[in-house]
């Protein structure tokens, strides 16, 4: 597996790993989990827009065992045609209930990212105390496939 999405609970060591393509280079939409602590690993569950790689995801301490925030990316239509992912459609799984949710973002008027893949998605590492979380996305690749260098902050409510 290649060029799919990665993110680790750093409270469980379970490491996460959404779509990408396999050794054929066909595009998966499985989300895998990793327990690093007993060397195994299982799909858990099925991204439920389809096959989709070159996305970022982020684990983040919210709900009982975290969620995984997911940005950007390719699409894959069935005849194998590919679309972006918007970049202001935020995919969240929710760990403890295996349960996926989509939000858009909001910010300020007419002034969207643009949509891309291949990015870069980082988060500090969160602590309790910590009322919000932002996430910076910079870089990657637009539609037509030239560098993106404009970067965008993502901040998340704790509660």
């Given at each position: 597996?290649?060029?799919?999405?990665?993110?680790?609970?750093?409270?469980?060591?379970?490491?996460?790993?959404?779509?990408?393509?396999?050794?054929?280079?066909?595009?998966?939409?499985?989300?895998?989990?990793?327990?690093?602590?007993?060397?195994?690993?299982?799909?858990?569950?099925?991204?439920?827009?389809?096959?989709?790689?070159?996305?970022?995801?982020?684990?983040?301490?919210?709900?009982?065992?975290?969620?995984?925030?997911?940005?950007?990316?390719?699409?894959?239509?069935?005849?194998?045609?590919?679309?972006?992912?918007?970049?202001?459609?935020?995919?969240?799984?929710?760990?403890?209930?295996?349960?996926?949710?989509?939000?858009?973002?909001?910010?300020?008027?007419?002034?969207?990212?643009?949509?891309?893949?291949?990015?870069?998605?980082?988060?500090?590492?969160?602590?309790?105390?910590?009322?919000?979380?932002?996430?910076?996305?910079?870089?990657?690749?637009?539609?037509?496939?030239?560098?993106?260098?404009?970067?965008?902050?993502?901040?998340?409510?704790s509660e």
């Amino acid at each position: 597996m290649y060029n799919g999405a990665s993110a680790i609970s750093p409270l469980t060591g379970v490491a996460y790993y959404l779509g990408g393509l396999d050794s054929s280079s066909r595009p998966t939409g499985n989300l895998v989990a990793y327990d690093t602590t007993r060397t195994n690993s299982s799909i858990i569950s099925q991204f439920p827009l389809g096959p989709i790689y070159g996305s970022s995801m982020v684990w983040l301490p919210l709900s009982t065992q975290g969620i995984l925030l997911h940005v950007g990316g390719l699409l894959t239509n069935p005849d194998g045609s590919t679309l972006n992912n918007p970049v202001r459609k935020v995919n969240i799984y929710d760990i403890a209930s295996s349960s996926w949710y989509t939000q858009i973002t909001s910010g300020e008027a007419n002034v969207n990212p643009v949509d891309r893949s291949y990015m870069c998605l980082v988060t500090p590492s969160p602590n309790a105390s910590q009322t919000h979380w932002e996430i910076v996305l910079i870089g990657g690749a637009n539609p037509g496939n030239q560098p993106v260098d404009a970067g965008w902050v993502l901040s998340i409510p704790s509660e």
